[in-house]
């Protein structure tokens, strides 16, 4: 069967060269200037700081920076899945694919219990919002594809049950490696724990659908090390999860961003003038917001294959912001 795949503009590049144009402002181009590091080259650049200065800048009645409404008649996917965190195919330059005329994405996903007597009220009635609540705790990898980009077509689950070797499946990035359809899905193996894993598969295509094959071998990658990244042991509500990779044109080196928190202890982070920012008076004290601590991790892969990886310092920090990115 002949193999075209269809190449698309995307937020997912766009996303990247922002973020690169945005860090390279402020950290002396910090992906392209890593030093001492035996597969970045060498390390010398200072995280991109996120400060309480930044986000009172963030406007909610501009529609830049907010999400618009959604009415509540629109038209959803599915009525028997929660569907949240959604990734489309694409490749390692950030480009969204399609394959033989199909788009394809994947997504969290987890069914719904409208008949489960722990999300029935005291009348009986489904209470869809507890169900939505308790969605992460089973959340699985599934995968759609659609011709249009508007009408989805559910193919189900990625990887079968078992094979993921944690009880959660979270979110990643499925990148299509060549015209013989071969993907390696990016996620987040959680519980118990949470490191970035890789699976690889493959996409096989007809008239009628979309089928992911073979995606049975999971190899973990690396977990938090407490120097860079924030460990369970350090917080156990940390954050480490959603890998993103891609090619940097600069150096031609397989690159990594993911979402973690600072290292340290729980409460023990400093929020300093340099996280502070200038901030107008009265919101000088932090308060609870000193255990906010996110970041945008980065790591290096010790070549285009993606099977051996070294974490470097994070791109940029939040702490005393926000906890998640």
Not at 172 to 177: A, E, K, M, V, Y
Request: one cysteine or more.
């Amino acid at each position: 069967m002949a193999f075209e795949r269809k190449r698309y503009s995307s937020v997912a590049a766009a996303s990247q060269s922002y973020l690169k144009v945005s860090i390279m402002s402020t950290s002396s181009s910090a992906v392209s200037q890593l030093k001492n590091s035996p597969l970045a080259g060498n390390i010398n650049y200072e995280p991109t700081v996120w400060s309480r200065a930044d986000a009172l800048k963030v406007n909610e009645n501009d529609p830049t920076t907010t999400q618009p409404l959604v009415s509540a008649d629109f038209p959803v996917m599915s009525d028997t899945v929660f569907i949240w965190d959604t990734m489309p195919l694409r490749e390692l330059d950030g480009t969204v694919v399609s394959v033989n005329g199909w788009s394809v994405i994947l997504t969290l996903t987890a069914d719904r219990h409208p008949n489960d007597p722990q999300y029935l009220d005291a009348n009986g009635r489904y209470d869809i919002k507890r169900d939505w609540e308790d969605r992460h705790g089973r959340a699985r990898m599934c995968y759609w594809y659609s011709r249009t980009g508007k009408d989805w077509i559910f193919g189900g689950r990625v990887m079968a049950e078992g094979v993921s070797p944690t009880t959660r499946e979270w979110a990643g990035t499925p990148i299509l490696l060549n015209d013989k359809g071969d993907i390696d899905l990016y996620y987040t193996c959680v519980t118990p724990g949470a490191a970035i894993a890789k699976v690889r598969g493959r996409i096989v295509t007809s008239d009628q659908g979309v089928e992911l094959k073979d995606f049975t071998q999971v190899k973990k990658l690396f977990e938090a090390d407490g120097t860079y990244y924030q460990t369970e042991a350090q917080n156990s509500s940390w954050n480490f999860r959603d890998p993103s990779p891609f090619i940097d044109p600069n150096d031609g080196k397989l690159y990594m961003v993911f979402e973690g928190n600072v290292a340290g202890e729980r409460g023990s982070h400093t929020v300093g003038a340099a996280e502070l920012g200038p901030v107008p008076p009265g919101h000088e004290d932090v308060g609870g917001a000193r255990f906010q601590v996110g970041c945008i991790g980065l790591a290096v892969a010790k070549d285009l294959s993606g099977e051996e990886w070294e974490i470097l310092p994070p791109l940029v920090t939040a702490v005393g912001v926000n906890d998640q990115t």
